[in-house]
Each structure stands twice: as C-alpha cells, then as structure tokens.
C-alpha cells in the first residue's frame, strides 16, 4: 500500500515526457517542401551569397523549406559569356552543385532573354547588326554549351523569357526580333531539346493576366505546339500586388494555358505591399518624389497590412492548390524580405515586404497557416 502514490506518481511524470518530448532530428514539424510533397514544388530564386553559402542563415531557410531552386542571375546569358565564345560557369557550377547535393529540383533561368543578352550578340567587329545566320549560330552555340554543360542536372529550363509585348500582344521588336524574325523562338527551343532531349522547357513572362497580353502568347504557344516544338509548361511569373491581379483573372490564365495542353508554373512569386505608379518613367526627381510618398512602411509593416498581405497569400496557395493537377511548381523570388528585388523596382530604395520569411530571417506567421490548409488537401 506504501508504493501506491509512488507508482501513479511515475507513471504520470512518464506519460508527460513522452507527450512534452522535444522533437528529434526525425520527427521534425513539416515545413513547405512537406507540405505541398505530392502537389507541386515548392521553389526559390538564389543569389550569389547563398549559391556561394556566405549567407548562412538563408541557406538553412532554403534547405528546410524549398525543394526545386532557379538561380536569380548567375545563369543568364549576360552574365554566362560576357564575350563571345567566354564562358564563366563558375556561380552556375555552384548553384548546380548545390542543387545535387541537397536533392534539389533545378531550374536554369534563362536562355533568351534581350534584357540580359551580352551587347556583342547581336554586333559585328565593326558595331553593325550581325545577320540572320550569324545570330542563329551564335545562339545555337550558346543554348547548346550552356544546356549541355549541365544535361541531366538541370531538369528544367526557361528557354526563351518575356517575348510578349504588354500593350497589344504582338512579339516584342527585341533584337533576336528584328534579326532572325519570330522563328528565334522556335529556334531556342529546338536547341535546348537537341542539347538536352530529356530537359523540360518552358516559357516564362509576366502579367499574363492582362488579356491581352495572354492572347498574344496563348496564340505563340500553339503555334510552337502545331510545328511539333517541344514546350513544356508556361511560367507566369507571379510578381503580385496587394489587390492586382484579381484571383478569378489569375484562374483564367491557369486554365488557358493548360487548355493547351502544357502545365503551369507559377515563377517568380512574391507580394508587394507598397503602391506601383508606372506613369513615373525615368525622370529622376519624379521618382524620388514617389518614393517619399509612397515607401509607407520604412518602421515596420502595420498588424492591419499584414492582415490583408497574410490574406492573400492564403487564397493565393488555395488558388494553386485548386489547380495542382496542372501547377507543377511555384517559386518564391527570394529567401527573405531583405533579399527581394522589390525594395529596387521600380523606385531604388523602397522598403518592401514581399516574401514568406522576414528581415531576421524568421518564417512569418503566414507559413505555418500555409502549411496547415496545404496538409489538409
């Protein structure tokens, strides 16, 4: 009778350990990748500190959280071969790297694009325009060294990038354009398959939501697929507002393009909570004075935004999760709020809080709301 209360006493202070335990390395809390495992990736956009690991602590967030990865510069054509035939993989070789060793989905972002092309593209030794043959040749040499360095490691490539014009759908007079003609981007994918046959490409663009715009690239999209081109899926890239675009106009270009047969990637994600007037231009006392009226958050972002931010986020992933059978990826364009572009553009030095995780580095709450509607799918 005397070990009576002893033994109750035992038995409850073991049922507590065991309910109150701290979590061991293998029973960790899910994290994004967990959640949406079955669904889609779930991706981020690297720069050169975390592909290099001098940024430590972003690098943690990407290994928790993040199973696909797309290099935010280093793989664009500027940057890949500043001279002609000059190649520097050294940043791409440790971003494919990375992606290996850490079981990565690896995106290589972007193969065709005017905004980042080296300037002696499209010249000769005498500053003229190169002709039609030499600047097919030139980028055939390029898509195929490039996507043959790294054949079998990269899994998917943004072949050719924002070659839809925004005010009336037509092709963009870049000067792959006005060169070669529309058939530079027939051309760039036939390269990249011939390079790597078991890489999947896609076509990657903004405000695809704007009817117009959308036209203009559905119809390029079925042009590809009526001459037997091998395209994918369509990146539309999610650099979203606050209010803008509205959910039912971002579920109607989901389900144009995958009425094409392709699938979907949302690209480039993040959520701006500060105003964009792009009336402005490029008068600089104009935009200094847009800045002052309209970077409202320098302090700190108020409970009640991050009310209407955290929002839409959470319809936003209900929105992708609708349409998982179709969305195979979406991607964050950056780790942190520190990191994101959108404290530069379109006005340099704005204080933006675009992203899931914040300035110290620590998952806002939206995470774990993001998490717990996702398991439940």
């Known amino acids: 009778m005397k070990l009576k209360y002893p033994v109750i006493t035992v038995l409850l202070l073991a049922i507590f350990a065991i309910a109150f335990k701290p979590a061991r390395n293998g029973d960790k809390q899910p994290d994004l990748s967990d959640a949406f495992a079955g669904k889609f990736y779930i991706g981020t956009a690297l720069n050169a500190d975390q592909i290099t690991g001098k940024d430590s ?13 797309v290099a935010e510069n280093c793989m664009k054509s500027g940057p890949m071969q500043p001279e002609e035939g000059v190649f520097d993989f050294s940043l791409a070789d440790k971003f494919v790297e990375f992606g290996v060793e850490n079981n990565m989905y690896i995106i290589g972002h972007a193969l065709v694009w005017h ?7 499209f010249k000769d030794s005498l500053g003229n325009d190169v002709t039609r043959e030499v600047l097919i040749s030139r980028m055939r040499n390029h898509i195929h060294t490039v996507v043959g360095r790294y054949k079998g490691r ?4 943004d072949v050719v990038n924002e070659v839809i014009d925004d005010r009336d759908g037509s092709y963009r007079k870049t000067k792959f354009y006005q060169i070669i003609g ?5 051309l760039a994918f036939e390269f990249a398959h011939e390079a790597d046959p078991q890489c999947e490409l896609y076509y990657n663009d903004y405000s695809l939501t704007n009817p117009v715009k959308r036209k203009g690239a559905v ?7 009526e001459k037997g081109v091998k395209i994918d899926a369509v990146g539309e890239q999610g650099h979203i ?22 699938n979907v990637m949302i690209t480039e994600m993040d959520v701006s909570v500060l105003p964009m007037d792009w009336s402005i231009g490029a008068d600089i006392s104009a935009r200094m004075e847009y800045k002052k009226q309209s970077d409202l958050y320098i302090d700190g972002l108020p409970d009640s935004v991050y009310h209407v931010f955290e929002n839409r986020y959470l319809d936003l ?12 990826r ?4 950056g780790v942190t709020d520190a990191h994101s572009w959108k404290n530069g553009f379109p006005i340099p030095g704005r204080t933006d809080y675009p992203l899931l995780f914040d300035r110290n580095y620590q998952a806002k709450p939206v995470v774990e709301k993001i998490i717990a509607e996702a398991l439940k799918k």
């Open 154 to 157: 990269v899994k998917g490539w």
């Open 317 to 328: 992933f209900e929105l992708f999760l609708k349409h998982n059978d179709v969305i195979t």
């Open 219 to 225: 119809a390029m999209v079925r042009k590809l697929k």
């Open 182 to 186: 529309e058939d530079y981007i027939r």
């Open 330 to 333: 979406v991607t964050l364009w």
């Open 57 to 69: 602590a972003s690098v943690k967030i990407i290994k928790e959280n993040f199973n696909a990865i």
């Open 241 to 262: 507002g606050i209010d803008t675009p509205t959910l039912e106009e971002l579920e109607l270009t989901i389900n144009d393009f995958a009425a094409l047969g392709v």
């Open 115 to 121: 905004a980042q092309a080296p300037r002696w593209f």
